[in-house]
């Protein structure tokens, strides 16, 4: 079974976009605020129970740092994707903190355009799907549903590679401070990295004021001294008269420079990090509003209120094996009969996409549907056939359903029907 996974290589070695380095200060239009809630799929009613499905060749990466690395690979692979806009797309007047963001009817971008308002955000291959052959963009261009994502790109990277193990991806699921998950009554997926006093966090209170002067200079450096790849580092901060916030994704463990009474050099200490941004900037001749593999100092970190973070799944020492099961499936005596498809899908890993293709005997696709569920729990009731089964002629098919998760997928149903 094919790997659930882009060339990499390919897309990198085309559209790679170059460090940049040093970092810039942080910009204001930078930040978004927390995101809507999405409302959780419903359990499918099904009584059966779940039973795990046969064996399948997930490509499982053999340790956590490989899952750290395809973390890594996967969000610079969303920065290089090339494409074209359609139409002058000016989100402008959009946000508060989209002032700077206008793409240029015509013009090459690079990287999955910004937009903090579509919840889910999309991944890379739906992104690609919306992309004809000459690279033009063809999906909505309202800010609202134009298919991309904000600064949390790193949730569509850590849910490919593994990282998030247990938790879904989504806005809804958690938020990146861990005291907003509580304050909002999600789960708590992220978690501090250090000893430090978050006990002042507010919702409304910027983090340089409730954590960074709360806590001091040498206890923040001493927190971000242990950041690792893949973690994250995220700030709360006045902008245009609210609380925004803006996360950022560690490519590399951090750089520690120690004084001679072992006390932490902030000037000469420094993380590197890769982000996606609300504006559009020229690196190296592309048109981006993504930004890889940026150096900044603890002392710049301190100042500008970034809290290093981590999620709790990436503490594992080891990884989980994927666990995936179908049930509630109708019987192929009854599929042409029913007046909706049926079936969950459930995983410990995110699923990414759900298909299902209806072939005829002669092997043609005479139905079809793609999802994108984004989420540890599928229901193929979500995704309508392009052709209803009750609007095919009779004759014999086979019905299949396949489920992906970034080690794989898997054919979660497969069975021949008449109607």
């Known amino acids: 079974m094919k790997r659930f996974v882009w060339s990499f290589a390919v897309l990198l070695a085309a559209a790679l976009i170059s460090s940049c380095s040093p ?9 978004s605020t927390p995101a809507a809630e999405q409302t959780a799929a419903p359990e499918n009613a099904a009584s059966e129970n779940a039973a795990p499905l046969e064996e399948d060749a997930f490509d499982v990466p053999a340790s956590m740092d490989e899952v750290r690395q395809r973390t890594i690979e ?20 959009s946000s508060k903190w989209t002032t700077h963001l206008v793409y240029e009817k015509g013009q090459t971008y690079y990287g999955i355009p910004y937009t903090s308002s579509r919840h889910p955000a999309a991944s890379l291959e739906e992104f690609q799907s919306y ?55 999600l789960p708590v997926v992220t978690e501090k990295v250090g000893e430090y006093d978050d006990s002042a966090f507010t919702h409304d209170t910027a983090t340089y004021d409730s954590i960074m002067t709360v806590n001091g200079e040498e206890t923040m450096y001493e927190a971000m001294a242990l950041l690792k790849a893949c973690d994250l580092i995220g700030s709360r901060f006045q902008l245009n008269g609210i609380i925004a916030q803006h996360v950022r994704m560690l490519v590399e463990d951090a750089s520690v420079v120690r004084l001679g009474n072992g006390k932490i050099a902030p000037s000469k200490s420094y993380i590197t990090y890769s982000e996606q941004t609300s504006y559009v ?26 809290v290093p973070m981590t999620i709790a799944s990436l503490k594992n020492e080891t990884v989980t094996p994927p666990d995936m099961t179908a049930s509630g499936f109708s019987k192929p005596e009854n599929f042409a009969s029913s007046p909706v498809l049926k079936g969950t899908v459930k995983c410990n890993y995110n699923i990414l996409t759900l298909t299902a293709e209806i072939t005829d005997a002669q092997g043609n696709v005479v139905s079809s549907f793609v ?42 149903a497969e069975f021949d029907f008449t109607k």
Do not use: H
Not at 84 to 91: F, K, L, N, S, V
């Open 131 to 185: 992309l004809n052959a000459d690279g033009l963009y063809t999906g909505p261009t309202d800010f609202k549903n134009l298919v991309g994502g904000d600064c949390g790109s790193m949730r569509r990277a850590w849910a490919y590679s593994g990282a998030l193990c247990g938790y879904g991806m989504q806005y809804a699921d958690f938020e990146m401070f861990p005291k907003e998950s509580l304050r909002r009554g």
């Open 371 to 412: 999802g994108y569920p984004y989420a540890l729990t599928a229901i193929l009731s979500d995704y309508p056939l392009s052709t209803p089964v009750r609007d095919l002629p009779a004759g014999t098919y086979r019905f299949k359903a396949v489920a992906a998760i970034g080690f794989g997928e898997k054919t979660v």
């Open 23 to 31: 970092a810039e200060p942080a910009d204001p239009a930078d930040g």
């Open 74 to 93: 996967y969000f610079n692979a969303m920065s290089a994707v090339k494409w074209i806009a359609p139409e002058t797309m000016d989100y402008t007047a």
């Open 281 to 306: 900037r020229t690196i190296d001749g592309k048109k981006t509003t993504w930004k890889l593999n940026v150096k900044e100092t603890f002392q710049q970190l301190f100042k500008d209120g970034y």
